[in-house]
């Protein structure tokens, strides 16, 4: 398994993109489950390091099934849960929340794995 995340993968015209940001991400994601918790700044940083892969490239659904482990999926939907219950308590609009956003955008590419 290291010497599959050690590897590059080449698609045509999109250069390559190593293996070792799925690491960085699953590295993130221990952090957090030691934690309980997906902080605001775990979240953009995740989000960050999934944007830097060209779309279709092999390497997100990679990292999608990182996402999609059940572990991670229930700390997605809880800390979800946990920050629209503090916006409905403080009478605010769930959409002007950036961290329901940036968790929102994870557990939805979660649920994109294959």
Same mark, same amino acid.
């Given at each position: 398994?290291?010497?599959?995340?050690? #590897?590059?993968?080449?698609? %045509?015209?999109?250069?390559?993109?190593?293996?070792?940001? #799925? *690491? %960085? @991400?699953?590295?993130? !994601?221990? $952090? #957090?489950?030691?934690?309980? *918790?997906?902080?605001?700044?775990?979240? $953009?940083?995740?989000?960050?390091?999934?944007? $830097?892969?060209?779309?279709?490239?092999?390497? @997100?659904?990679?990292?999608?099934?990182? @996402?999609?482990?059940?572990?991670?999926?229930?700390?997605?939907?809880?800390?979800?849960?946990?920050?629209?219950?503090? =916006?409905?308590?403080?009478?605010?609009?769930?959409? =002007? #929340?950036?961290?329901?956003?940036?968790?929102?955008?994870? !557990?939805?590419?979660?649920?994109?794995? %294959?």
């Amino acid at each position: 398994l290291d010497l599959l995340l050690g #590897c590059a993968y080449k698609m %045509r015209g999109k250069g390559n993109v190593n293996k070792d940001s #799925c *690491q %960085r @991400l699953a590295m993130v !994601l221990k $952090e #957090c489950k030691s934690q309980r *918790q997906i902080s605001h700044a775990n979240a $953009e940083r995740m989000l960050r390091m999934i944007s $830097e892969v060209p779309s279709r490239h092999p390497v @997100l659904g990679d990292m999608a099934m990182i @996402l999609a482990h059940p572990e991670i999926r229930t700390l997605l939907r809880r800390d979800i849960v946990r920050l629209l219950e503090a =916006e409905v308590s403080n009478r605010r609009l769930p959409n =002007e #929340c950036k961290e329901i956003t940036a968790l929102s955008k994870l !557990l939805l590419l979660s649920h994109n794995a %294959r």
